[in-house]
């Protein structure tokens, strides 16, 4: 069983994609409210990081870039969410994927494949 860990903040948006990731199999970790999100991923080494870019108290894009520093953190896979369009930068970063809001399903799981 393939394990996401979810960086969003958005209480909304986390009940939905808990619910859809595990009918469609996966294992879901939710970001605790004040967790150091690195941290938090390399101690619970998920298959994928899906993380939305723009967060009350943090950027994804900024933790992103931390976690490519972090000792193991290039090996874990990431696909960036948000509702603009900031594709390229999330990927000049080192995401492995970026998924635009409002995204369907079928889109977000297309994507979670194509993962690996």
Do not use: W
């Amino acid at each position: 069983m393939k394990t996401v860990f979810l960086a969003e903040d958005d209480m909304t948006m986390v009940g939905l994609l808990t619910t859809l990731l595990k009918m469609e199999g996966y294992q879901v970790t939710v970001m605790g409210r004040d967790a150091d999100i690195v941290e938090s991923v390399l101690r619970t080494k998920p298959d994928i990081l899906l993380m939305d870019v723009r967060m009350v108290d943090r950027n994804g894009i900024e933790e992103l870039a931390r976690l490519r520093k972090s000792p193991g953190g290039d090996a874990v896979r990431v696909l960036m969410t948000s509702g603009l369009d900031v594709k390229e930068q999330c990927l000049e970063n080192g995401a492995n994927g970026f998924i635009l809001k409002p995204f369907m399903p079928e889109e977000l799981f297309n994507c979670l494949r194509s993962m690996g």
